[in-house]
């Protein structure tokens, strides 16, 4: 790379530069395409396509909406003539598309290629010679008058024959290696060329501009094409058409900086397939100006369909991040890009927005046949706690709490890690339910029936260690009295913090979905549950969360059962219970079931009693609207002043003041 000074600019600015061109900002109309994909791509292609291959690729190109599509260079090989040939005589070119033939401005092709055409409905025969600098000396060794003279010898040979030969033809001209000549100079030959064609407003000619060998920054091709634009002879009776190449990547930019220029016309390829870096990519020319609210006249709705048939036909291949067709091109594996994305999109579903406007995606992606499901977010170790949420959404309709996401998504992430791959919606959806649905390696709820006394009353079966064992337990809801179940059951005290619920599906019998949330020592555990009655999957996701406590994962043995029956016996009777009722029930001394009872719970006989009616007595105060004297006596004890008492010691407030707690706390929400 030391050996730049070799190298100097080669192209030529006009003799006028008026960059008028820069006073736009859009391209406001679609011009005219013309694929060439059948010539300028076909014998670009380590194995050009057979005949067969090229009557479905010209299929393709008119289901897309080319009218005018170049067939082929009739004298460079049989399979092009016999090609050309099969099109006109099998009646393949539909009536609103023109076919376009490329001839060299030499009379024995000149003549074969109407032979090629002969009969055609429509035909538009492209003659060119090159006229640049370097092959006017190093290549024909002529001048810049013997060079147009060949140009305009070809041009009266065409007008001849097209008078002599069966066929509706039109005329197109391009000095080849336009960027390496002399601006002022292709505007001569070109005009030399008009003048013999004689064009009319009813019967135009195509005047055509290549970057034969791109050799100059866009801006500069756009001020030449401008000044050809400018001072074309009989410009109102002229198709100004542009032939971009990419040789230094900015084929496109060309193309649409042409357009602005004057340009009426585009030739490229689908993909800007061409000889060495290719032409100008004809799809994202197009697809940049639907991304603005022009409409190409070209469709691209099934773009995956297009990709593959041109892979097969071609056995070229669609980079994954081409635009707007490469597989990965709306794709998002970056935290913060699906993030992004996946507000916009509920965005732009709340506010019901016709406009497009999400962001990092310049188009919709379902315009162009790929799905929100499979195509947008996509989850590796780079992706953010929002892509994975997107994915269960999208892919499963779920709707995880917002504190859940966090979690969810870096322990998909990790797996992704550890895998070193990247993870697809149905095995992060595995994943999720490996870990949030069915995880409960401990204990199981096998059923629960609910009774309306003192709030709730749950008889819960739990089990664990291959017994099943049943547990009593009050609470404000359903809920709540079986998760005072497992409390009691385990010994274990955690808060249940978050519960949200929402349907799978539509209807009254669709299936639902919940999550529950519960906190110890400023850690949350997550359970989710599905199940058509709410009830049971909200159950299910809390057995699923109590699970992952650790000092549930440290219980290997299942509890005691004497002293399960002692404890239901407790909440049953807890009103009048007393030590000698229990002796006298389960037929054991006053001393040792004192001992018993707290070696088993860690609370003596009172503080059960004492911690059993204080719960109660809460769900009275935050449910009801009985006075502090009756649910004194509701949970037993008669004298109120000693209840107040005992509730201060217990929850360092009183009654009332824990009742008006609760009314602030509603009038809040």
């Known amino acids: 790379m030391k050996n730049y000074e070799k190298y100097e600019r080669a192209y030529f600015m006009p003799p006028v530069v008026t960059y008028d061109w820069v006073k736009k900002d859009y391209i406001q109309r679609e011009p005219i395409w013309c694929s060439v994909d059948l010539r300028d791509g076909n014998q670009a292609l380590i194995e050009p396509m057979s005949i067969d291959e090229k009557l479905e690729f010209f299929q393709l190109l008119v289901d897309i909406g080319f009218k005018e599509i170049e067939v082929g260079f009739p004298a460079a090989s049989e399979t092009e003539y016999n090609f050309i040939r099969a099109l006109i005589e099998k009646n393949r070119i539909p009536d609103d598309v023109t076919i376009q033939v490329l001839t060299q401005a030499r009379e024995h092709i000149i003549k074969k290629t109407f032979k090629a055409v002969e009969g055609a409905p429509h035909a538009i025969i492209h003659l060119y010679n090159s006229t640049s600098v370097a092959q006017r000396e190093q290549v024909f ?19 001849r024959l097209a008078d002599e030969t069966d066929g509706n033809f039109s005329f197109e001209y391009s000095p080849e290696s336009f960027p390496g000549t002399e601006v002022d100079y292709a505007l001569d030959v070109c005009n030399a060329v008009i003048d013999i064609w004689q064009p009319a407003n009813d019967h135009k000619v195509i005047i055509n ?87 190409p006249l070209l469709d691209f709705s099934n773009m995956p369909e297009i990709s593959k048939k041109y892979e097969r036909l071609t056995r070229m291949r669609v980079y994954e991040r081409q635009p707007y067709a490469g597989e990965l091109v709306f794709t998002a594996f970056s935290g913060s890009h699906q993030d992004a994305i996946a507000k916009g999109m509920k965005w732009r579903e709340e506010k019901e927005s016709d406009k497009w406007t999400v962001p990092y995606l310049p188009i919709d992606p379902k315009d162009v046949g790929r799905d929100y499901e499979s195509d947008i977010i996509r989850i590796n170790s780079q992706s953010g706690k929002g892509g994975v949420s997107y994915i269960l ?97 385990f010994g274990v005290n955690y808060e249940l913090s978050i519960y949200e619920e929402h349907a799978l599906e539509r209807g009254s019998s669709s299936k639902a979905a919940a999550y529950v949330g519960i906190s110890f020592n400023e850690k949350l555990y997550w359970g989710v549950g599905f199940d058509a009655d709410i009830i049971k999957a909200s159950i299910a996701a809390l057995v699923v969360a109590v699970n992952q406590l650790p000092q549930i ?36 001394c006053k001393q040792y079931l004192s001992k018993f009872i707290k070696e088993k719970s860690g609370l003596t006989f009172s503080e059960n009693v004492k911690k059993i009616r204080m719960g109660k007595a809460c769900i009275l105060l935050k449910n009801g609207n ?38 602030i706390r509603t009038i809040s929400n």
Do not use: W
């Open 141 to 159: 060794g002529k001048s810049k008058e013997e060079i147009k003279k060949i140009a305009v010898k070809g041009a009266k040979l065409l007008k």
């Open 209 to 295: 501009i290549p970057t034969t060998v791109e050799n100059a920054m866009p801006h500069v091709f756009a001020s030449q094409v401008e000044y050809i634009s400018k001072n074309l002879q009989k410009r109102d009776s002229v198709v100004l058409s542009i032939h971009p190449h990419n040789d230094r990547g900015c084929g496109v930019c060309d193309a649409e900086l042409g357009i602005l220029a004057g340009a009426d016309r585009v030739e490229g390829t689908l993909f800007g397939n061409g000889e060495r870096t290719g032409n100008v990519d004809i799809i994202t020319v197009a697809m940049n100006m639907y991304s603005h609210g022009v409409n």
């Open 393 to 489: 959404k999208q892919n499963y309709k779920l709707s995880l709490p917002k504190e859940m996401k966090e979690e969810v998504g870096y322990f998909i992430k990790g797996v992704s890690d550890k895998k070193h791959k990247e993870l697809s919606p149905a095995l992060i959806y595995q994943i999720f339910e490996d870990e949030y649905v069915y995880n409960s390696p401990i204990f199981q709820i096998s059923d629960a029936h609910f009774e309306q006394i003192d709030g709730i009353r749950a008889v819960t079966k739990i089990d664990h260690n291959g017994t099943t064992n049943i547990v009593t337990a009050n609470g404000n809801g359903r809920l709540d009295a079986v998760n005072n179940a497992i409390k009691k059951y």
């Open 626 to 663: 009985m006075t502090v004297e009756r649910i004194a006596d509701a949970v037993g004890y008669q004298n109120v002043e000693h209840f107040n008492r005992i509730f201060k010691q217990s929850y360092g407030m009183t009654p009332i003041q824990l009742r008006k707690q609760r009314e």
């Open 553 to 588: 994962r440290e219980i290997s043995d299942s509890k005691d059962e004497r002293m399960l029956e002692i404890s239901n016996y407790i909440h049953a009777n807890y009103k009048t219970v007393t030590l000698d009722d229990l002796a006298e029930k389960f037929y054991l």
